[in-house]
């Protein structure tokens, strides 16, 4: 979406996203530079007025989060019973309080002294050339972008390479057989005087070409097998031709309009993807 975004010249707005859920406080962010920072927070439900339950945790705290609540339990800044650890393929940390201790208060408690809550500073460094720069994440996903539409357009360009090449040398084989240019092949004794009367016999219809006729095309005619040249059908050349010129027509047309072209990339990724 923000990539869409970029191409159409609109402001992108990008923040991180965490696999372990929870919420997130994006306020000093500084889209990724260094001196930013974020504030991650688990997400806690009230079970009963004696159970919490957390079933999201802050990215990076697998390890640490019951730790760090025994830790707070052992200073005093929060008082439970017992914790037990639920988790499989989702986090599930079951927390029994002592009597008497009110929930909301623990609640708090725990996003203060245990990393239910924590702060991440982010630091996004890439190779830019041949040396690393610090770069905010919204300039990262422009640089992406761009370099995406960069390599949508030349894979344009390489297969309208292919189909000029597939036209060229189609167009060629069908003068080359409708003007039976290789009837008189047995009066060239080599190779050059044979492709010097083909470059001859070619010279009308150079016009009707979009490439110069070149030594390997007319050495692929020479060597086109008599059988093919006997039951060459007209008809089917020239309807081979036409798709050939209405798929160059297709990418003509998308490099003419690369833009809204790669908007269509980017929303087939979303769909295949998102």
Known sequence: DQSINHLRGKKVTIYPDFPNGGAIDISNYN????????????????????????????????????????????????????????????????????????????????????????????NSSVIDGDKPRFMGASEILKVNTDTTVDLLKKELEIRMDELERQWHFSTLEKIFINEEMYIDFKNYSDKSTLYEYLHKAFKPFEKKLIREIVEEDLHRLTQIPMIR????????????????????????????????????????????FG
Request: net charge positive; aromatic share 6%; with cysteine.
């Open 31 to 122: 889209d990724g530079l260094r001196g930013g920072k974020i504030r991650l927070r688990a997400k806690i439900n009230k079970h009963d007025n004696k159970t919490l339950i957390v079933t999201e945790i802050p990215y990076g705290t697998t390890t640490t989060l019951i730790d760090s609540i025994l830790k707070a339990n052992d200073k005093g800044k929060i008082k439970i019973k017992k914790i037990e650890d639920n988790t499989a393929a989702k986090a599930e940390v079951v927390i029994h309080l002592a009597p008497g201790v009110s929930p909301d208060k623990t609640m708090d408690a725990l996003y203060a002294f245990t990393d239910c809550e924590v702060s991440i500073s982010p």
């Open 229 to 272: 040249i006997t039951r060459f059908d007209a008809d089917k050349a020239d309807d081979s031709i036409a798709k050939i010129e209405a798929e160059m027509l297709e990418i003509k047309e998308k490099l003419a309009n690369l833009i809204e072209y790669s908007i269509v990339y980017f929303k087939d990724l979303k769909k295949k």
